[in-house]
């Protein structure tokens, strides 16, 4: 499923790429003004119901995703938005001193 490919690159990225951690993001082409989403693991104490996402595949069907969260934000907004809308590539010794850092979305990850 397209959640577990996301946990996989969550998981294998920060080995390969020597980082702290990674977050997976997708362009959400569907939306007027394309959107970036990721879906995180959400924990929840024992006597919580289970968190549920949507995916919705490209033929336009929605499934639901347990103990998962989904994050979406504006392509133009934090780094994950300026790698996205101009493909280029970031490698930041410490993304908190970049001016393009969004804490809210940090928070949210």
Do not use: M, W
């Amino acid at each position: 499923s397209t959640v577990s490919v996301f946990d996989e690159a969550v998981v294998v990225a920060p080995r390969v790429l020597k980082c702290d951690r990674a977050t997976l993001f997708l362009i959400d082409e569907r939306t007027p003004a394309k959107e970036l989403y990721s879906f995180t693991k959400t924990p929840t104490a024992s006597q919580d119901p289970p968190a549920v996402a949507t995916i919705q595949s490209p033929s336009g069907r929605s499934s639901p995703v347990k103990d998962h969260s989904e994050i979406r934000f504006p392509i133009t907004s934090g780094i994950a938005g300026f790698v996205a809308s101009t493909s280029q590539a970031l490698n930041l010794a410490d993304a908190y001193e970049d001016p393009r850092f969004n804490k809210e979305i940090d928070l949210r990850t």
